[in-house]
């Protein structure tokens, strides 16, 4: 009898501690998000028929504009909305630079700080922006998508050149906020109309061309493509 007791306190408190730990995730890392309900997290919009994207939108219109990300709890899974767009193109474009080497000639010699090495001038230099974006020095766990690396106070902490997707200095890219406006509008766009998942010829991990000068991939990107009801929107 009394070891069962000791047994039921201990799966009692085993449960306890798991759903603390689960359900206090936002809070303890500061994020604004939904307070869930125990064992079944947030539940608006659940019923109706596209419930995860009724959700996502009524969590993005509360949050919009307080923080860039906002939480919530699709049962014990933490889920991250993201209420800022810029975020997720800026993450994108560390992961997957379009150009991801930049090149540069010295128009004069150059000693490299703290070294012997001095670059002549007339010299050709590479500047490897995919590894620098790679580099966990710079973004811990490099491959996981983390869009709350760019917020404000973590990107202010990196060095400016950390992040090149546009490349830097005087020959930098002059279409950078066209291009980024127009990324924005087709992604908007696009998901509005439609709901993209992976299909059986997906590649996962997707095969760089490694014989292509900007970055674009070996077998292409197929996708399935679900248009969708918009008379909920
Ligand atoms: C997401 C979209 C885009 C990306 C990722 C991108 C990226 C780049 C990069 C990495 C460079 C080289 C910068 C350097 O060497 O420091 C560059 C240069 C350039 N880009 Fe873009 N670009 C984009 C969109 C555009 C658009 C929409 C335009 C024009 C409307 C444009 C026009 C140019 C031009 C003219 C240069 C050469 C600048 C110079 O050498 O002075 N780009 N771009």
């Not at 997290?41 to 504009?65: A, P, V």
């Not at 970055?215 to 918009?230: N, Q, S, Y």
């Amino acid at each position: 009898m009394l070891l069962t007791l000791a047994l039921l306190s201990l799966v009692l408190l085993l449960a306890y501690r798991f759903y603390y730990n689960t359900y206090t995730y936002w809070a303890r890392m500061g994020v604004p998000h939904e307070r869930p309900l125990p064992v079944i997290g947030n539940t608006k919009g659940i019923g109706s028929k596209y419930h995860l994207r009724d959700i996502s939108q009524w969590i993005y219109d509360k949050f919009k504009g307080q923080a860039p990300i906002a939480g919530m709890f699709l049962f014990f899974k933490r889920t991250a909305v993201v209420t800022d767009l810029d975020l997720i193109k800026l993450k994108t474009l560390r992961k997957h630079p379009i150009i991801s080497q930049l090149l540069r000639e010295t128009n004069e010699s150059y000693k490299v700080p703290n070294t012997e090495i001095i670059i002549e001038k007339g010299t050709s230099l590479l500047i490897p922006v995919h590894s620098i974006h790679y580099d966990p020095d710079l973004y811990p766990q490099p491959e996981l998508f983390d869009p709350s690396r760019f917020e404000a106070d973590k990107s202010n902490s990196r060095h400016p050149f950390a992040y090149l997707p546009f490349g830097d200095g005087p020959r930098n890219c002059i279409g950078l906020r066209f291009g980024k406006m127009q990324a924005k509008i087709s992604i908007v766009s696009l998901l509005q109309r439609f709901k993209f998942g992976a299909s059986d010829p997906t590649e996962i991990p997707l095969v760089l061309d490694t014989r292509s000068p900007t970055l674009a991939v070996k077998h292409g990107i197929h996708l399935k493509v679900e248009r969708i009801d918009l008379e909920f929107y």
